[in-house]
């Protein structure tokens, strides 16, 4: 069986012919040329690879990338001006840091954020994106953090 068959299996209830065994994709990147690393995408282990089905379409919103250093390590912070204020998040590492939310001030800003905000089918980009994977590729739709996580 392959990566695809047995994790299909699995979600069908059914028993593969052995556990199958995936990673986040992203930590392994810089590995692939690596041979040692490149047999265990030959023996089975598939790299989890996560876009979006659909996008967020935000009006009256400017959207403010910046990234800076603090010991060392790379802190990503996005900002959404909006008509009403501004809301950010930081990510240290790829990891979120800090969330949009943090003080009550915040919940009004994101309150008018969302009621400006649609969301669209972002199947085009994503079939492409489809096409891109490799056979140790696993692909997800990731969905993002919601306030009951």
């Not at 003080?103 to 309150?111: H, N, W």
Request: charge should be negative; hydrophobic fraction near 35%.
């Amino acid at each position: 069986m392959t990566l695809h068959e047995r994790l299909e299996a699995f979600w069908r209830g059914e028993k593969p012919d052995r556990i199958p065994y995936t990673a986040y994709g992203f930590f392994f990147d810089n590995k692939l040329d690596d041979p040692e690393f490149r047999k265990l995408t030959e023996d089975g282990l598939g790299l989890l690879r996560g876009t979006c089905a659909f996008k967020h379409v935000h009006q009256d919103t400017e959207i403010l990338q910046s990234s800076s250093t603090e010991d060392g390590v790379e802190i990503r912070r996005q900002t959404f001006h909006t008509a009403v204020g501004d809301v950010w998040q930081s990510y240290r590492k790829g990891w979120h840091d800090q969330y949009y939310l943090k003080t009550a001030d915040d919940y009004r800003v994101m309150t008018w954020l969302w009621e400006h905000t649609t969301v669209e089918s972002n199947e085009s980009a994503m079939r492409e994106w489809l096409t891109k994977l490799k056979p140790w590729d696993f692909a997800v739709s990731f969905v993002g953090r919601t306030p009951l996580q």
